[in-house]
């Protein structure tokens, strides 16, 4: 049985909208986990969802939050289209610096630093920006870089088989001043603005490239369906400057649909190891220590 833990909605500061999140704080925190959602995601489903209370259980704190590109399409306070569609790399490497910031405020300068998918790329971004962070656990994290969309094109996202098409109808758009303006994508996530589209063929931080400055442990999980040249853990292993865990997890997906329960135990696991963390008193143990 592990901790209890409090839940709080928050809102983290940023010279935009806030970006909203849920802290989970045990009863006994022994560290934290800042945890990056992927590609037009949220604080709330997927790993995001179900990952935090486990983290929670071993006596890890975590913050989970919206960075401002979240969701695909949304509106905050008003009728103006926001959310993952307009998101560009510089916004989210922001954002995720507020995060870091709000946690160092509460105490926790060295969390632990995890992201999925698009979120273990930018992971690997911020943790190379902060050596000081405790370890960095990237969950399929995607290989990032100026071939990032040509690769996930490749394989059936984004622009599928239209990819020149797609770029030049972008780069005509944000020439015109419409960069604002919304796109159809032939593949996932299936519409996008010219801008963001621009900045995401140009401007991604390349996961590879960055491995050697990541000197902190690390793990690197990925499902066994994903395709190893988009989700690159063992060239990353073989890059990274600090000791680094590969997990395949057979049967699965992108989003460790059936093996949640898995993903979850190897993860906490790791983590418990890698930051010796001491083990959680039960209730049941507490109750039988003599008293007087």
Known sequence: ????????????????????????EPERPQGAVQLLHGNVSNFYSGVQRWLPPLLASVGLACLVYNRRGHDIVTNRAGREAVGGAFQTYDQAIRDNEEAAG??????????????H???????????SAHPEASCLVLLSAHAGGPNLVELASRHGLLARDRLQQVRDQAARMVA???????????????????????DLDTNAPETLALAPSIRCPSLFVR????????????EFQRLAAG????????????????????????VTAWLVQALNLEPARTRDSASERPSG
């Open 117 to 127: 998918s698009n979120g273990g790329m930018l992971a690997v971004r911020h943790v």
């Open 223 to 234: 499902g066994a369906l994903e395709p190893p040249a988009l989700y690159p853990a063992e």
């Open 176 to 198: 015109d001043g419409r960069g604002d303006e919304l796109m159809l994508l032939p593949g996932w996530w299936w519409v996008i603005s010219a801008a963001s589209f621009v």
């Open 102 to 115: 709000w946690l160092a405020d509460r105490g926790f300068p060295r969390p632990a630093v995890m992201g």
């Open 1 to 24: 049985m592990g901790q209890d833990f409090r839940l709080h909605l928050v809102a983290i500061p940023t010279d935009d909208v806030p970006l909203d999140g849920l802290w989970y």
């Open 243 to 266: 000791p680094c865990d590969v997990r395949t997890v057979e049967g699965t997906d992108h989003w460790y649909n059936g093996r949640e329960s898995e993903v979850g135990a190897l």
